[in-house]
């Protein structure tokens, strides 16, 4: 997991342990709570916090990310089977060529 969904579970935490909203700021007359409130608001932020990071992680192990597109290609040449990060070079050394290892056609030797 990549840390902005762990940045974002901490900035939650932090605004349920030390700030009201809504109708309980309005009945209570303040947006911030009191010293005596904390530890148990603490408590509950953080099963809240915890319950979000796990679900997030189950996400994000069902449904990983694809790669980004913008990333170069890795190349391979099928000749001597050499590889190598894109360089705007296509022919290899071997009198080969190279091709982009996500769009190659694998076959069974």
Same mark, same amino acid.
């Given at each position: 997991m990549?840390?902005?969904? $762990?940045?974002a579970i901490a900035g939650f935490i932090i605004l349920l342990t030390f700030f009201r909203g809504g109708i309980e700021a309005a009945t209570k007359g303040s947006y911030l709570v009191p010293f005596?409130? $904390?530890?148990?608001?603490? +408590?509950?932020?953080?099963?809240?916090g915890i319950v979000i990071f796990i679900?997030?992680? $189950? $996400?994000?192990?069902?449904y990983p990310r694809p790669l980004d597109p913008n990333k170069e290609p890795t190349l391979v040449c099928p000749k001597c089977e050499k590889v190598k990060e894109w360089d705007g070079?296509?022919?290899?050394?071997?009198?080969?060529?190279?091709?982009?290892?996500? +769009?190659?056609?694998?076959?069974?030797?």
């Open positions: 990549k840390m902005g969904p $762990i940045f005596d409130e $904390i530890p148990v608001r603490f +408590t509950d932020a953080m099963f809240v679900l997030c992680w $189950i $996400i994000e192990l069902r070079m296509l022919p290899c050394k071997c009198g080969g060529h190279f091709e982009d290892i996500q +769009t190659m056609k694998w076959m069974d030797g």
